[in-house]
């Protein structure tokens, strides 16, 4: 399963070193995770309502380029699933028009319910994202 | 009721400007009423164990000079109630060592239950801050 | 001059508070002057190119409502001649599909070169946003 | 070299799953590597007046536990060269006073002049950080 999406960098975005500070990094796959997730008919607020939630047990950047205010991201993210009780998503930032690498990077999440304790991923979600 | 904090400027809190990012000014506001909370012997965590929210019905803000990525700052805030039914925080912010003016501002504030229904306040509230 | 950008609620811009943390109304503020800038032809970026900054001299925001993680936002911004010196940008943003207002406020800016000097608006600032 | 920081959890760094948004543990290791940098006698500003800047080039974290607003964190922080161009800081967030685990990683970074060309680590670099 992958998806790709666009965002612009913000001023809030930038730092003093004229790139984009390194924590938004984790924020922009955030938004690659939640509209890869709006592609697949079910919304990750539909996962919230139906008792799921993925918190971040493990996140790597690798830091590639730079982006400055107003430069338009191509977000590209792959989700699958990571052993039978775990997701993970591979993200890819690039320059939307030159190509030139941004950053990339994964997370990987605990499958819980809405209190934090692991569950058995529900049906719907092995579906979607089990590629075995 | 007056109380003095420092902070730090951090590295994600600067921008490509030079000085730090605007929205930055309401984040140190929040640290200066913490800390002021925590002076008056009852941190703000302790108002919301007892039921009591302040969500911000207004901020303003007035800027008035640089802060770069590890300037010491100095927050000076004052609290009191802003009629019956509201609180009022006002912000000066300088650089530590030069007084040199940074920001200043208000924020205006409900005061309501953890469900963010209006409530009378609290005695002990009234007794800190209602300086009439 | 008028403009209206939609835009989504981050994880990262809520709080535990189930809304969106304060000081984000700033940063989704700016989103809106950058696609209104964009809208005119002339993006901020190419402000920058031309040697013309706006950092911000004042701020101001009213809390209207909630806004939690993936709500769709409209956000409108009005852009005009603040006196010969400064502009001034009004926002109001709200719920896109109920129209619940989530708050609304202004920024003030300077009208300065890329060193913060201040500098007379130049002829294409006052054709686009000089109502008189 | 290792240095010990605390710092208090702000309001705007939690999120609505009623813990830290998982961005903040990189501003956090940032906060780490500044007050380690400072407990050196030479603090970062001067690393960067002396012509020499450290941008990110991988960071890795892995989240352990809750971190609520106004907890306060205790970031253990140890620095070395990572070869014989680059440096590595390995970070360790836990509660300060249950000792509980709240995050772990490091970040490495290329050592560059200020506009980012790599360059020999100085002398006084290498007496700090070099282990061998």
């Given at each position: 399963m992958q998806h790709i999406h666009y965002i612009r960098v913000r001023y809030?975005?930038?730092d003093a070193m004229g790139t984009?500070?390194?924590?938004r990094a984790l924020e922009w796959f955030e938004c690659g995770r939640t509209e890869l997730c709006r592609a697949t008919g079910r919304p990750y607020t539909q996962w919230e309502a139906d008792g799921v939630s993925l918190p971040l047990i493990e996140a790597h950047v690798e830091y590639l380029g730079k982006a400055q205010y107003d430069d338009l991201l191509k977000i590209t993210v792959t989700a699958e699933m990571a052993g039978r009780v775990r997701m993970r998503f591979d993200v890819t930032i690039e320059q939307?028009?030159?190509?030139?690498?941004?950053c990339r990077g994964y997370t990987i999440h605990a499958i819980t319910d809405n209190t934090g304790k692991p569950i058995r991923p529900p049906e719907w979600l092995m579906e979607l994202f089990d590629n075995d």
């Open positions: 809030s975005e930038t984009y500070y390194n924590s939307a028009e030159s190509a030139q690498p941004v």
